[in-house]
């Protein structure tokens, strides 16, 4: 196949289909996407929900849960314990295939009946405030942890500990309001460091100790405004700067992300060990294009957020082989349209199903085979009928494209969907999706946030512990818990004034200004380079991989 320009059904933008994209599909038998690579990446990020914490009750027992699941979630929710138990059987729900009418119509009728799980993750200790949580302990309010402990307001964590509103931060302790910080410990306000410990508003820094608003270090001690200092010298300095008090911390931030748009020198791309790879925040992948957020990948062609990714397309969040449009899958195989599917292979158009294989439009099934919309069938009755249901969704325009949006879980504006790639209301139901009308209620016993005290000397815990605060922002309430009020005072930290989710949003919107492919030229060289940094951003010191390991590294 040649290359093809087409124009996205969606946007009306034009896209292009490179001759490996029709290899792809053809291999996975499915046609060629008529969406661009953007809109497609919106549809499947409509599927992941980064919504409100709230109690409900377990549809099965009543008992108390904690989901981020909306009110308006259609289907029942179960207690995740009690779903993957023996307690229900999701093959009662099964339906017959009906011929006369689309297939999509059919699962949404199926997946509104059959009970989902409050949660996902196991193997956690005191974690029902999380979501999406694996292996962690005593953390709270925070989503997609792996290993992680004593964490509170984080964000896409692995294996860290003792920290407050940290966002996409590996192995690092000790720490505040940091964002892609790995193997640090007791830093804060800073973004892309590793390596550092004690300092303050770092970016790019690597190796670094004691240092306070500085940029593209390397191995240095006591260092401020990137100048040297020595030991007593840096300490004594420090003192002028208020980091106890919320006003002063404002200003220093304004500060800081003037040195990020105007001093800092920014590597064209953030990724490290590729080979014949475009995108960017990659890292060990191979043979990967137009993808992003992916590590110890091959062959991959526009997905997003990946890891061990092998021989996919257009995937998000999953851990996949041979696959087509995979969300938030663990471990799934030689499989089409799925969501949340976990050890399987030679699935389709299927959810929340675990340790399955040639299951077609199933929901919720466990350890099962030959399935179509749950219902049990032979092998040779499985393979006659899976035929006719794709020849049906061919003649429809059914087969080939991710499930609707409609059939999403939860609002546009609940959704990674909104934090990549933010829509109105208006924007986001044309799309085909559903906006979340969540009301602020009228507190009359609330703090307003601003009411706070300045400085962290101040606050005395009969004064916001167990207070509802009102966020500024949203017009949402958030509290200040025990455990975190100790971190405040044990640091030296001021009170926060925003919505925690206002928060972890807010502190990522730069790197969803990440994937989008600029040309210009190299600030140092004047060479023309492809970097993914957004005009938006207004960074001003963009220079090719050559002389930022010459000038930097």
């Known amino acids: 196949?040649?290359?093809?320009?087409?124009?996205?059904?969606?946007?009306?933008?034009?896209?292009?289909?490179?001759?490996?994209?029709?290899?792809?599909?053809?291999?996975?038998?499915?046609?060629?996407?008529?969406?661009?690579?953007?809109?497609?990446?919106?549809?499947?990020?409509?599927?992941?929900?980064?919504?409100?914490?709230?109690?409900?009750?377990?549809?099965?027992?009543?008992?108390?849960?904690?989901?981020?699941?909306?009110?308006?979630?259609?289907?029942?929710?179960?207690?995740?314990?009690?779903?993957?138990?023996?307690?229900?059987?999701?093959?009662?729900?099964?339906?017959?295939?009906?011929?006369?009418?689309?297939?999509?119509?059919?699962?949404?009728?199926?997946?509104?009946?059959?009970?989902?799980?409050?949660?996902?993750?196991?193997?956690?200790f005191n974690c029902d405030w999380s979501d999406d949580t694996w292996n962690c302990k005593n953390c709270y309010l925070s989503r997609s942890m792996e290993g992680c402990e004593d964490l509170t307001y984080c964000y896409r964590i692995l294996e860290s500990r003792n920290s407050i509103d940290l966002t996409y931060c590996f192995n690092t302790e000790s720490s505040y309001d940091c964002m892609y910080c790995f193997k640090c410990f007791n830093i804060r306000y800073s973004f892309n460091t590793r390596d550092c410990i004690d300092s303050f508003f770092l970016a790019d820094c690597r190796n670094c100790s004691n240092c306070f608003m500085c940029w593209n270090l390397r191995g240095k001690q006591y260092h401020i405004f990137n100048k040297a200092y020595s030991k007593e010298e840096y300490f004594e300095k420090l003192k002028e700067f208020r980091t106890n008090s919320y006003g002063e911390i404002e200003k220093l931030k304004k500060e800081f992300a003037r040195i990020i748009r105007e001093e800092v020198v920014?590597?064209?791309?953030?990724?490290?060990?590729?080979?014949?790879?475009?995108?960017?925040?990659?890292?060990?992948?191979?043979?990967?294009?137009?993808?992003?957020?992916?590590?110890?990948?091959?062959?991959?062609?526009?997905?997003?957020?990946?890891?061990?990714?092998?021989?996919?397309?257009?995937?998000?969040?999953?851990?996949?082989?041979?696959?087509?449009?995979?969300?938030?899958?663990?471990?799934?195989?030689?499989?089409?349209?799925?969501?949340?599917?976990?050890?399987?292979?030679?699935?389709?158009?299927?959810?929340?199903?675990?340790?399955?294989?040639?299951?077609?439009?199933?929901?919720?099934?466990?350890?099962?085979?030959?399935?179509?919309?749950?219902?049990?069938?032979?092998?040779?009755?499985?393979?006659?009928?899976?035929?006719?249901?794709?020849?049906?969704?061919?003649?429809?325009?059914?087969w080939g494209k991710y499930f609707p949006i409609s059939l999403a879980h939860s609002g546009y504006d609940f959704t990674l969907a909104q934090m990549f790639f933010p829509e109105t209301e208006e924007s986001a139901v044309k799309f085909g999706g559903r906006w979340e009308r969540i009301s602020s209620p009228n507190y009359t016993d609330a703090l307003p946030a601003d009411s706070l005290p300045d400085t962290i000397g101040d606050v005395e815990d009969s004064s916001v512990i167990g207070k509802r605060i009102?966020?500024?922002?949203?017009?949402?309430?958030?509290?200040?818990?025990?455990?975190?009020?100790?971190?405040?005072?044990?640091?030296?930290?001021?009170?926060?004034?925003?919505?925690?989710?206002?928060?972890?949003?807010?502190?990522?919107?730069?790197?969803?200004?990440?994937?989008?492919?600029?040309?210009?030229?190299?600030?140092?060289?004047?060479?023309?380079?492809?970097?993914?940094?957004?005009?938006?951003?207004?960074y001003k010191k963009i220079v090719c991989v050559d002389c930022y390991q010459k000038e930097i590294a």
């Open 266 to 398: 920014h590597r064209e791309n953030f990724n490290v060990q590729t080979v014949n790879s475009t995108g960017n925040f990659l890292d060990k992948v191979k043979n990967c294009h137009n993808t992003f957020f992916t590590s110890d990948s091959e062959n991959v062609r526009n997905s997003f957020r990946g890891w061990e990714y092998k021989d996919v397309i257009d995937c998000a969040g999953s851990i996949a082989e041979k696959a087509a449009l995979s969300v938030m899958d663990g471990y799934i195989y030689d499989s089409v349209s799925t969501l949340r599917c976990g050890n399987c292979r030679n699935m389709a158009y299927s959810e929340y199903c675990e340790d399955c294989e040639y299951c077609f439009g199933c929901v919720g099934l466990r350890k099962k085979k030959y399935c179509i919309l749950n219902k049990q069938y032979t092998e040779d009755e499985y393979k006659t009928l899976v035929g006719k249901i794709k020849k049906d969704m061919k003649e429809r325009k059914e």
């Open 470 to 538: 009102i966020c500024p922002e949203t017009g949402l309430s958030y509290n200040i818990a025990p455990h975190e009020l100790a971190f405040y005072l044990q640091h030296g930290i001021p009170l926060p004034r925003r919505h925690f989710d206002w928060r972890t949003i807010e502190r990522f919107k730069p790197m969803t200004l990440m994937i989008y492919p600029q040309r210009d030229l190299c600030f140092i060289c004047k060479k023309e380079i492809e970097h993914y940094y957004s005009p938006e951003l207004g």
């Open 1 to 124: 196949m040649q290359q093809e320009t087409r124009t996205c059904r969606n946007c009306q933008k034009e896209f292009v289909l490179e001759p490996d994209d029709f290899s792809f599909y053809e291999r996975l038998d499915i046609p060629p996407s008529d969406m661009c690579p953007y809109c497609r990446w919106k549809n499947l990020l409509a599927f992941w929900i980064f919504g409100k914490f709230r109690i409900t009750k377990s549809a099965l027992s009543g008992k108390n849960i904690i989901t981020v699941f909306p009110e308006s979630v259609k289907f029942p929710l179960y207690d995740h314990k009690e779903w993957v138990s023996d307690s229900w059987d999701p093959l009662l729900y099964g339906q017959e295939y009906e011929s006369n009418k689309p297939f999509f119509e059919q699962f949404a009728k199926l997946q509104a009946n059959v009970p989902h799980p409050h949660s996902s993750g196991v193997n956690n």
